[in-house]
C-alpha cells in the first residue's frame, strides 16, 4: 500500500506543478546518458518528464532507474516499466552491474527483500552484493577484508573498495594509491575519480591514464555512455572514455 500511496502523492506532486515545465526547481542529477533537472530527464534522444525531482537516479542495463524516499521506480524509453515499494527510506541507488538500493537502514533488491547491512555503499555483481563501511569490505553478511572505506565499484573481475588516499582491488587484494580529496567516483572498464583539479582516469593496476581539468560537483561512467560530467552550475559535460569532449 505504501508504494501505490507514494505514487498517488508524487502524481499529485506533478499535477500540482505549473504547466510550464520547471526544469531547474531542483538541484540537476547526472546518469551515464544524461542529466535529470528538476523532474525533467534529458538524454541525446529527447527529454520527458518524471512525476516529480527524484532522490537519486543512475542508469544500467535495464534502463533508467529513478528514486524516490519510498519507490524505486526503471523507465525504458521514456516509459514507466516497473515500481517497486521500499521497506525504508532510501539514500541512493547503485544501477551497475546489478541494481541495488541502499536504505537508511540497509540494502534492498527485489530478489533478497531488505538486508540489514549498515553499508556506506554498495555494489551488485554476479559474485554477490558487495558493500562497504568504516570497519571494511563485505559480501553479503561476510567481512572480507578490515579497513574504512567509502565507496565500492566493480572494475575488472572483482569490485574496487575506496578509501582516502588507497584503494582495494578484490579478490585480487592488491592496494593502490589515489588522491585524498577525490569526491565521486565510478567504473566503466577503468575507474573515473573526481577531485576538485578534475576527472581522473585509473586502470585495475592504478596507473593513471588520463586527465580532464575542470570544476565539476559530480560524475558518472559506462561502457555504453562514456563519462558524464556536472558542473557547479549544473550542467552536463559528456566525455568518451578517453576523457575526450564527446560534443
Given at each position: 500500500m505504501r508504494s501505490l500511496a507514494a505514487l498517488l502523492m508524487l502524481a499529485a506532486l506533478?499535477?500540482?506543478?505549473?504547466?510550464?515545465a520547471q526544469r531547474g526547481e531542483s538541484a540537476a542529477l547526472v546518469f551515464p546518458g544524461g542529466v535529470?533537472?528538476?523532474?525533467?530527464?534529458?538524454t541525446a534522444g529527447g527529454s520527458f518528464p518524471l512525476p516529480a525531482p527524484p532522490l537519486d537516479v543512475d542508469a544500467g542495463e535495464g534502463g533508467?532507474?529513478?528514486?524516490?524516499?519510498y519507490v524505486w521506480q526503471r523507465y525504458q524509453g521514456g516509459e514507466l516499466a516497473a515500481?517497486?515499494?521500499?521497506?525504508?527510506?532510501?539514500?541512493?541507488?547503485?544501477?551497475?552491474?546489478?541494481?541495488?538500493?541502499l536504505l537508511e537502514d540497509g540494502l534492498?533488491?527485489?530478489?533478497?527483500?531488505?538486508?540489514?547491512?549498515?553499508?556506506?555503499?554498495?555494489?551488485?555483481?554476479?559474485q554477490?552484493?558487495?558493500?562497504?563501511?568504516d570497519e571494511g569490505l563485505w559480501r553479503g553478511p561476510d567481512r572480507l577484508r578490515d579497513g574504512d572505506f567509502e565507496r565500492v565499484v566493480a572494475l575488472g573481475r572483482g569490485v574496487l573498495a575506496l578509501g582516502r588516499?588507497?584503494?582495494?582491488?578484490?579478490?585480487?587484494?592488491?592496494?593502490?594509491?589515489?588522491?585524498?580529496?577525490?569526491?565521486?567516483?565510478?567504473?566503466?572498464?577503468?575507474?573515473?575519480?573526481?577531485?576538485?583539479?578534475?576527472?581522473?582516469?585509473?586502470?585495475?593496476?592504478?596507473?593513471?591514464?588520463?586527465?580532464?581539468?575542470g570544476a565539476?560537483?559530480?560524475?558518472?561512467?559506462?561502457?555504453?555512455?562514456?563519462?558524464?560530467l556536472l558542473t557547479p552550475e549544473g550542467e552536463p559535460v559528456h566525455l568518451t572514455l578517453e576523457l575526450e569532449e564527446a560534443w
Open positions: 506533478a499535477g500540482c506543478a505549473p504547466q510550464t535529470v533537472q528538476g523532474r525533467w530527464v534529458e533508467l532507474e529513478v528514486l524516490y524516499p515500481s517497486y515499494d521500499l521497506p525504508a527510506r532510501a539514500r541512493t541507488i547503485r544501477a551497475r552491474p546489478e541494481p541495488v538500493v534492498y533488491t527485489p530478489e533478497s527483500g531488505w538486508r540489514a547491512f549498515p553499508a556506506r555503499d554498495a555494489v551488485r555483481t554476479a554477490g552484493t558487495f558493500w562497504v563501511n588516499g588507497r584503494a582495494l582491488l578484490w579478490p585480487a587484494e592488491r592496494e593502490l594509491e589515489l588522491p585524498e580529496d577525490w569526491t565521486a567516483a565510478d567504473a566503466a572498464g577503468d575507474l573515473y575519480l573526481l577531485t576538485p583539479a578534475g576527472v581522473h582516469r585509473y586502470d585495475p593496476e592504478g596507473y593513471e591514464l588520463g586527465f580532464y581539468a565539476f560537483r559530480d560524475l558518472a561512467a559506462s561502457r555504453r555512455a562514456g563519462v558524464w
